[in-house]
Every structure is written in structure tokens, then in C-alpha cells.
């Protein structure tokens, strides 16, 4: 299993260029989630899904959209990229198992915007 | 405002010795608490967790302490190894939830 997967590794964008981030996931995992991490705040919720076909704001979700159209692929894009879009990405996949659960995590995206 | 806080933003132990990172909350509706490990250029990794209906949690070398009234979680680590060098962020959520909040980490460093 390759787990979470996410796509690019890096990308550097000039201010109001567009792009998609890609995470994959093979654990057939029903929600999945991106955050943002900047230095000394953690790590910041965009947006999240729950199932295939639905999709919910997070924490910070100005300048960001999201698309889940298969249960183990979720999309994220910036329409407009600004200099404060500059981070780390992180794609997230948890299930479920009674009260308890806990999220995987792939390796990230450092995106600079210039 | 924050609602979950890692108030050190470092920590530096000896090898064998203990280690003890620190996780505060504001919100009293949280009742699911875990810890992640993360190394640099990686995502972070599970490490523990705990609901709010116990207040202790042990796994190896890994022990994670619930004291609700003081709205406080704290993650021992006994004994530290040079490998357990790393940022280490609480984060919490409710049952009802899909958020888990983060705090903004702690760095550990424990030197040989």
C-alpha cells in the first residue's frame, strides 16, 4: 500500500497563476482532508470531505477549492495564487472504527508563490 | 484565537531521561485527543491518543495524560531516544466532528 500520496512534491507559481494539488489514497478511506502549515501555527484545515461527491470548508478556505469525485482522489486548487498562499500542503485520509479513528497523513507539497 | 496551544515551542532532553511535552485547550467540548510526530519533509505520523472518558493512555514507551478540569494533555515520553527527535503537535476534536485542531507544535531534541 502506498497510502496517502500527494502531487507535486514542489511548485513554485507567480502571483494569479492557477494550479491543482493532487492526493491520492489506497485505504479506501471515506473522508479525506487538506491542510495548510505555516511556521508556528500548525496546521490549518481547508476543506474536507466526508464521501465521494461532497465536500465542506475548513478553517481557512478563502482563495481554495476542492473536488471529490472519486472516493480516493481529493483535489485542491487555487484559482488565483497570492504570496500568502506560500506553505506546506498536507492531504489527509481517516476512517472511522467506532469512537476512535486517527488520520494519515501524506508527505506534502511546499508551495512558494511569488 | 487558538483553541488548542503547545506553549514551548522547543524541548531539549538527554537520552534515557523523560520527556514531557505539553498541550493546552480552550474549548470544553473536545473530546477526542491525539499526538502526531513529524519529521522534517515528511507528513506527520500518529503517535497516541485519548477520549475524554479516560484520563491516562499508554503505548510502549508513548503515555499520554487527560486532566479535563485543567483542560491539559501531556505526552511522556520515557525513556527519550536520539530517533524520537522531532515536532510533536497535539490536535483535538469532537466525536460529532470531522476537524481535528492543532496546536503549533513542539520541537523535541534529545541529544545522546
Known amino acids: 500500500n502506498a497510502g496517502v500520496t500527494q502531487t507535486p512534491k514542489f511548485r513554485v507559481l507567480k502571483t494569479g497563476q492557477s494550479m491543482t494539488l493532487l492526493c491520492a489514497q489506497d485505504?479506501?478511506?471515506?473522508?479525506m482532508y487538506w491542510y495548510r502549515q505555516d511556521p508556528g501555527m500548525g496546521l490549518r484545515l481547508i476543506h474536507y470531505?466526508?464521501?465521494?461527491?461532497?465536500?465542506a470548508k475548513g478553517e481557512v478556505p478563502d482563495g481554495y477549492n476542492v473536488s471529490r469525485l472519486k472516493k480516493q482522489n481529493f483535489l485542491l486548487g487555487l484559482e488565483s495564487a497570492a504570496p500568502s498562499q506560500t506553505s506546506v500542503y498536507f492531504c489527509?485520509?481517516?476512517?472511522?472504527?467506532?469512537?476512535?479513528?486517527?488520520?494519515?497523513f501524506g508527505p506534502g507539497t511546499r508551495l512558494t508563490v511569488t | 484565537d487558538q483553541q488548542v496551544k503547545q506553549n514551548s515551542p522547543s524541548l531539549s532532553v538527554q537520552e534515557g531521561r523523560i520527556s514531557i511535552l505539553n498541550c493546552d485547550y480552550t474549548?470544553?467540548?473536545?473530546?477526542?485527543f491525539l499526538w502526531y510526530k513529524k519529521y522534517p519533509a515528511e507528513g506527520p505520523t500518529f503517535l497516541i491518543s485519548?477520549?475524554?472518558?479516560?484520563d491516562k493512555n499508554e503505548d510502549g514507551r508513548f503515555t499520554v495524560f487527560l486532566n479535563k478540569s485543567a483542560k491539559h494533555l501531556s505526552l511522556h515520553i520515557v525513556p527519550s531516544q536520539p530517533g524520537d527527535s522531532a515536532v510533536y503537535f497535539c490536535?483535538?476534536?469532537?466525536?460529532?466532528?470531522?476537524?481535528?485542531?492543532f496546536g503549533g507544535g513542539t520541537r523535541l531534541m534529545v541529544k545522546p
Open positions: 489527509a485520509s481517516s476512517f472511522r472504527s467506532g469512537l476512535q479513528y486517527e488520520q494519515y
Open positions: 485505504m479506501n478511506h471515506e473522508y
Open positions: 470531505s466526508v464521501g465521494e461527491g461532497t465536500t
Open positions: 474549548n470544553s467540548m473536545f473530546d477526542y
Open positions: 485519548i477520549s475524554s472518558i479516560k
Open positions: 490536535a483535538a476534536d469532537l466525536y460529532a466532528g470531522n476537524m481535528l485542531t
